[in-house]
């Protein structure tokens, strides 16, 4: 509740000059963890994206100041930013870095065997015993937002996919029924393939909103996403994006994870956002930190230090490519994981193979690699110690 003992626990800290930022540093370890490994985090993303917007800081100073002089917090303006992952993990994408437990997709194609402990650890996801995530409280949800609609600037809709998600619809209308749509935001973390949901059809519910933001999950261009995001479609994606640009109340941003491959090639989705400013808002990224094998630094040596020149305007992602591999990941653990998906889509209309799409990864490769008998030393993603 935004008004419960935890919450004002951390509005007190972050008011007092002198606290130690015990509950802080706990809430906020990510963007801690970010800031202090890459210079960089979603919190000073976000800050940079309403950097401009002075009313809304403006609002968000009286409250503080309210808190500050009554201990509760109390607001009559329109400041708060919802967030709602309660609408399931329903995904029709497989995303090799992707948690299992945000995808429905990728819990089927672990069951069927693309699986590695190695990197995703011993977990039910493997064995097909996961729980499915029930959904008993989307309509408490419903009733809660719309109660609180007239003090919402923004919601924000991730999954899973919310587009696909047929429930998540139940509450734009009930927006729109009740007249307060016109003054609310919806952002979707989206991997922008569809659009539609049986009967649903996103660009239908658009033009009710004060704005819509489509935050479309993008770390590659053409057959590069749809190698790591198996089951992408990129000139869908496109397709859609210029759909959307077509509303004036629409924008469309891309936000990509930075990872072993994508880092590979992410210079490429930059670089095509800036030339391109009328279709695509803004670019902005995250690290991949877990899985561990998937993190930048994991690469072989020799690959970082080339790509490090490609991001001379990115300091943190230079920062990410500059840091050793983690002593306890093993390269050839993450090429098995990988090569084990190639097989799973070989002869589907989504086959791909991971070293046509990244062949300077191909001469690290050890097909004689067994990871059960511990045999084979991790020399190839080490070359600099030869």
Same mark, same amino acid.
């Given at each position: 509740?935004?008004? #419960?003992?935890?919450?004002?626990?951390?509005?007190?800290?972050?008011?007092?000059?002198?606290? %130690?930022l015990?509950t802080?540093?706990?809430?906020?370890?990510?963007?801690?963890?970010?800031?202090?490994?890459?210079?960089?985090?979603?919190?000073?993303?976000c800050?940079?994206?309403?950097?401009?917007?002075?009313?809304?800081?403006? &609002?968000?100073?009286? #409250?503080?100041?309210?808190?500050?002089?009554?201990?509760?917090?109390?607001?009559?303006?329109?400041?708060?930013?919802?967030?709602?992952?309660?609408?399931?993990?329903?995904?029709?994408?497989?995303?090799?870095?992707?948690?299992?437990?945000? =995808?429905?997709?990728r819990q089927?194609? &672990?069951?069927?065997?693309?699986?590695?402990?190695?990197?995703?650890?011993?977990?039910?996801?493997?064995?097909?015993?996961?729980?499915? $995530?029930?959904?008993?409280?989307?309509?408490?949800?419903?009733q809660?937002?719309?109660?609180?609609?007239? $003090?919402?600037?923004?919601?924000?809709?991730?999954?899973?996919?919310?587009?696909?998600?047929?429930?998540?619809?139940?509450?734009?209308?009930?927006?729109?029924?009740?007249?307060?749509?016109?003054?609310?935001?919806?952002?979707?973390?989206?991997?922008?393939?569809?659009?539609?949901a049986?009967?649903?059809?996103?660009?239908?519910?658009?033009?009710?909103?004060?704005?819509? =933001?489509?935050?479309?999950?993008? %770390?590659?261009?053409?057959?590069?996403?749809?190698?790591?995001?198996?089951?992408?479609?990129?000139?869908?994606?496109?397709?859609?994006?210029?759909?959307?640009?077509?509303?004036?109340?629409?924008?469309?941003?891309?936000?990509?994870?930075?990872?072993?491959?994508?880092?590979?090639?992410f210079?490429?989705?930059?670089?095509?956002?800036? %030339?391109?400013?009328?279709?695509?808002?803004q670019?902005?990224?995250?690290?991949?930190?877990?899985?561990?094998?998937?993190?930048v630094?994991?690469?072989?040596?020799?690959?970082?230090?080339?790509l490090?020149?490609?991001?001379?305007?990115?300091?943190?992602i230079?920062?990410?490519?500059?840091?050793?591999? %983690?002593?306890?990941?093993?390269?050839?653990?993450?090429?098995?994981?990988?090569?084990?998906?190639?097989?799973?889509?070989?002869?589907?209309?989504?086959?791909?193979?991971?070293?046509?799409?990244?062949?300077?990864l191909?001469?690290?490769?050890?097909?004689?690699?067994?990871?059960?008998?511990?045999?084979t030393?991790?020399?190839?993603?080490?070359?600099?110690?030869?």
């Amino acid at each position: 509740m935004r008004d #419960s003992t935890y919450m004002n626990n951390i509005r007190k800290e972050m008011l007092d000059p002198n606290s %130690d930022l015990k509950t802080v540093k706990k809430t906020c370890k990510r963007c801690i963890s970010d800031e202090k490994r890459y210079g960089r985090s979603r919190r000073t993303a976000c800050m940079k994206i309403h950097t401009q917007e002075k009313d809304y800081w403006q &609002a968000i100073e009286r #409250s503080v100041l309210m808190f500050k002089a009554t201990g509760k917090y109390e607001f009559e303006e329109r400041i708060l930013e919802v967030q709602l992952k309660v609408y399931g993990d329903e995904c029709n994408l497989d995303c090799h870095m992707c948690v299992h437990q945000n =995808s429905t997709t990728r819990q089927q194609v &672990a069951k069927k065997g693309v699986w590695s402990e190695e990197i995703f650890g011993n977990t039910n996801y493997a064995k097909g015993e996961h729980k499915t $995530f029930s959904g008993k409280n989307v309509e408490d949800m419903i009733q809660q937002t719309v109660e609180m609609a007239p $003090f919402i600037r923004s919601i924000k809709i991730i999954g899973g996919e919310p587009l696909i998600m047929k429930k998540h619809y139940e509450l734009l209308q009930r927006l729109i029924d009740i007249d307060e749509a016109k003054n609310i935001m919806i952002k979707y973390q989206t991997n922008f393939t569809e659009t539609k949901a049986g009967k649903h059809n996103i660009f239908n519910y658009i033009p009710h909103f004060k704005l819509v =933001s489509m935050v479309a999950s993008v %770390d590659g261009i053409g057959p590069v996403i749809e190698y790591m995001r198996r089951r992408t479609d990129w000139n869908k994606v496109i397709q859609n994006a210029e759909i959307c640009r077509k509303y004036d109340n629409v924008v469309v941003d891309f936000n990509g994870l930075v990872s072993f491959l994508s880092v590979m090639r992410f210079y490429e989705v930059i670089d095509y956002c800036l %030339d391109r400013p009328k279709l695509i808002d803004q670019i902005n990224w995250a690290m991949v930190e877990n899985p561990k094998h998937l993190r930048v630094n994991n690469l072989p040596e020799k690959i970082k230090q080339n790509l490090i020149s490609k991001y001379e305007k990115w300091p943190d992602i230079q920062a990410a490519l500059r840091k050793p591999a %983690d002593e306890d990941v093993n390269i050839q653990d993450t090429f098995q994981y990988l090569l084990k998906q190639d097989k799973f889509y070989k002869g589907t209309k989504w086959e791909s193979h991971l070293f046509e799409v990244f062949p300077e990864l191909e001469e690290y490769y050890d097909p004689m690699y067994n990871h059960n008998t511990n045999l084979t030393l991790n020399i190839k993603n080490n070359e600099d110690i030869l």
